[in-house]
Nanobody
Framework: QVQLVESGGGLVQPGGSLRLSCVLS????????MGWYRQAPGKQREFVAD???????KYSDFVKDRFIVSRDNAQNKVFLQMDNLKPEDTAIYYC???????WGQGTQVTVQG
């Protein structure tokens, strides 16, 4: 059974940083693209970033130059380093695997002063 578990969310002030982690079980992460989506209150879920098995990273325009996605296949993990956070980054962040076939339960990120 494939499972994704996120951690690292929380409350942070504007301009602050958070690092999200996600551990994948059930399949080796080195075989799949891993990524992140988010859903803000009252809005649709949207793509944030992903990273392929060849370590090619792709970002949405609204997080480019602020967020960095990375992976550690030895730990079966994917990470999202989020810097210069803005109130509009407030959302539930979801980890995905295999081009968003598999989803985690999400972790809340709240940015407010």
């Amino acid at each position: 059974q494939v499972q994704l578990v996120e951690s690292g969310g929380g409350l942070v002030q504007p301009g602050g940083s958070l690092r999200l982690s996600c551990v994948l079980s059930g399949i080796p992460s080195r075989f799949v693209t891993m990524g992140w989506y988010r859903q803000a209150p009252g809005k649709q879920r949207e793509f944030v970033a992903d990273i392929t098995t060849f370590d090619f990273a792709k970002y949405s325009d609204f997080v480019k130059d602020r967020f960095i996605v990375s992976r550690d296949n030895a730990q079966n993990k994917v990470f999202l380093q989020m810097d210069n956070l803005k109130p509009e980054d407030t959302a539930i962040y979801y980890c995905t695997a295999a081009h968003a076939i598999y989803w985690g339960q999400g972790t809340q990120v709240t940015v407010q002063g």
